[in-house]
């Protein structure tokens, strides 16, 4: 849902910074390192170069770093060191496919290997569709030149644990999506539904997100705030949710248990009266609570409820999303409800860590 907007002042000065010469190397180990990795070999170039103009004016010196991979549609993919106001060229990876997982981890640990740190946050950022597959005509995250990155791929291209993932990208707060993820981030910060162009608000967000203990519920707060306060009308339109993944394994847990008190028959679930937080016709992303409330009526619900104030650290939701429908109820996570006539995306959820671990 993030919209191809026009950004043309931009896009000459990216072409600057992948081609000046790398600055001398630095023995210098930070306090924290972030990565923000751009896949935007698409229809967010624009929104891209936004992005890292934000982070450029919004970076302060100090004993954190901040290294941007971009690559962007039509140019060369390169790593930007971000200063105050700059942007220093320090590698370059001509004819790389951003969506290509072993191409990620590559980058990922060149990145580590020269920018040292106590401590390292991670921003992904491109166009996102949740758990869902790259072969469903959707987006699972990434896309480049057609190609994009499935969610269990992504989990293992990721080579260290970083302290925490932001997704600025759609519709990655599920539950599917956190359980595959728990190994790599202590904390996942991530919209449920999808995200407007204008992304995170990083001349807000980016101070904490580099400091040696970021607040996360301040930066999710400051993403709905922008949201729900600066835009208006149908741009009013937002969910985030911080997400504890130490907690997961236990919300798992706990939903197995209210799942096995009635069996598994997917042509009787209800979806047509669960919270929906999807754009699609053919609904693929519900409210994970609502789900429950609804297919499970009796089964008790008191542990699930415990256990989701420990995984969800902060939620937040505007009213609407755009026009399309009512935000009436969130609970921090999405997820998926099978649906009768896909067998194939029925398949490859029971595939899934969080699908294995709360329903078989």
């Known amino acids: 849902m993030k919209h191809f907007i026009l950004y043309i002042i931009l896009f000459p000065f990216l072409l600057l910074f992948c081609s000046c010469s790398k600055e001398d190397e630095k023995d210098f180990q ?47 993919p390169c790593i930007l060191e971000i ?17 290509d997982p072993s191409r990620m981890r590559e980058i990922l640990q060149d990145i580590i290997a020269k920018y040292p740190a106590d401590s390292y946050g991670l921003i992904l950022w491109s166009h996102g569709s949740s ?12 896309s480049d030149n057609g190609v994009q990155m499935n969610i269990p791929d992504l989990a293992e291209a990721l080579p260290v644990r970083f302290d925490y993932i932001l997704f600025d990208a759609c519709m990655m707060g ?41 607040d996360l519920r301040k930066v999710a707060k400051e993403y709905f705030d922008y949201y729900q306060q600066v835009m208006t009308g149908i741009y009013q339109s ?12 236990a919300l798992a847990a706990a939903t197995r248990r209210i799942m096995e008190t009635q069996s598994f028959d997917e042509s009787a679930f209800n979806r047509t009266d669960v919270q929906r937080l999807d754009s699609y016709q053919e609904q693929y992303v519900f409210d994970f ?51 009768k006539n896909r067998s194939d995306l029925n ?14």
């Open 174 to 214: 599920s539950v599917e999506v956190a359980y595959e993820l728990r190994q790599k981030a202590g904390f996942i910060v991530a919209s449920s539904t999808p995200m407007l162009y204008t992304g995170f608000p990083y001349e807000q967000v980016l101070p904490e997100l580099l400091s040696p203990r970021p």
């Open 289 to 339: 609570v609502d789900f429950i409330y609804k297919n499970y009526p009796e089964a008790d619900k008191s542990e699930l409820t415990g256990q989701l104030d420990k995984t969800i650290l902060y939620k937040a939701h505007t009213a609407r999303f755009m026009d399309q429908y009512e935000i009436k109820t969130f609970c921090g996570l999405s997820c998926y409800i099978p649906l």
């Open 83 to 99: 200063g105050s106001n700059t942007a220093t060229a320090a590698g370059s990876y001509p004819g790389y496919n951003s969506a």
């Open 30 to 76: 930070a306090t924290r390192t972030v990565i923000a990795y751009l896949a935007a070999d698409n229809d967010l170039w624009e929104d891209a170069l936004r992005s890292i103009e934000e982070m450029k004016a919004s970076f302060r010196e100090g004993d954190s770093k901040l290294v941007v991979f971009a690559d962007i549609a039509g140019e060369e």
């Open 238 to 249: 937002a969910t985030i949710s911080v997400i504890n993944t130490g907690e997961i394994e």
């Open 131 to 142: 758990w869902l597959p790259s072969d469903a005509r959707l987006r699972s995250f990434g």
């Open 347 to 360: 398949a490859y959820y029971l595939q899934l860590g969080w699908a294995k671990a709360v329903w078989h």
